[in-house]
């Protein structure tokens, strides 16, 4: 069954310093795809990367990157040089599928870690 | 692009009430994720669709609650009746199957949320 575990409840890291969100995931699927999603305070769920578990390159998007080691089933988040408006919770997700089969794309998401941006 | 739009923002009702929640998924995507997000369970997947046609909807909690999408461009989510243990954010969420180097990404990008109060 899939599982998606996110071990740190909150976070708290001094703004321009890096920090790392953990996340590990359990599949049986050899397709699936993970995710990192941001919720501030205001509530909406905002995008931020995605890794494929075929690629073998970690994904970058700006500030953020997925420090991504498919043997240990990990897929932390890196947000290097922290700003105030980093401050929210932020979830890992993984989505099954597709197969070569085609099929679906049921997703599960993580408790979340909550962190919080020091000035 | 307007985003995936939900409606109401907001909804106080009344135990034993029927609740609609609409979503308007963006233009083009073909799957339509609906979720509910507590403090207890986090952020649940209840049902998803693809081309207006429902894959999985393991996740509905039980009968009152029901959901359609009668086109590409309107889901609804249902609960009749409510019950006060109903009450939290309801997330409508759509994507499209975009292909990349090694398979499909499949990004998942959230409405705005519904908060459902039933008193």
């Known amino acids: 069954a899939q599982k998606i575990t996110q071990t740190q409840p909150g976070m708290f890291v001094q703004e321009k310093e890096a920090v790392t969100l953990d996340c590990t995931y359990d599949?049986?699927?050899?397709?699936?795809?993970l995710f990192w999603y941001k919720q501030p305070s205001s509530g909406e769920m905002i995008f931020l990367i995605y890794?494929?578990?075929?690629?073998?390159q970690n994904a970058t998007e700006g500030r953020y990157s997925l420090n991504f080691q498919k043997a240990r089933k990990s897929a932390n988040l890196v947000i290097s040089a922290s700003q105030l408006g980093d401050s929210a919770m932020y979830f890992c997700a993984m989505r099954e599928g597709p197969t070569i089969r085609g099929g679906g794309f049921k997703t599960i998401f993580g408790a979340g870690t909550r962190l919080f941006v020091k000035a | 692009d307007a985003g995936v739009i939900q409606s109401p923002r907001h909804e106080v009702t009344e135990m034993g009430q029927e609740v609609t929640l609409r979503c308007k998924p963006i233009?083009?995507?073909?799957?339509l994720f609906w979720y509910r997000q507590t403090m207890m369970r986090g952020l649940e997947l209840l049902i998803y669709f693809n081309n207006n046609v429902p894959i999985d909807d393991s996740g509905m909690p039980e009968d009152r609650f029901s959901a359609k999408m009668p086109n590409a461009s309107f889901s609804t989510l249902k609960i009749q009746p409510s019950e006060p243990r109903d009450s939290a954010v309801y997330f409508c969420?759509?994507?499209?199957?975009?292909?990349?180097?090694?398979?499909?990404?499949?990004?998942?990008?959230f409405g705005a949320g519904t908060r459902l109060s039933v008193l």
């Open positions: 890794q494929g578990s075929y690629d073998q």
């Open positions: 599949t049986s699927d050899p397709s699936y795809g």
């Open positions: 969420a759509s994507s499209f199957s975009e292909p990349d180097r090694f398979g499909v990404k499949n990004i998942q990008y």
């Open positions: 233009s083009g995507h073909d799957y």
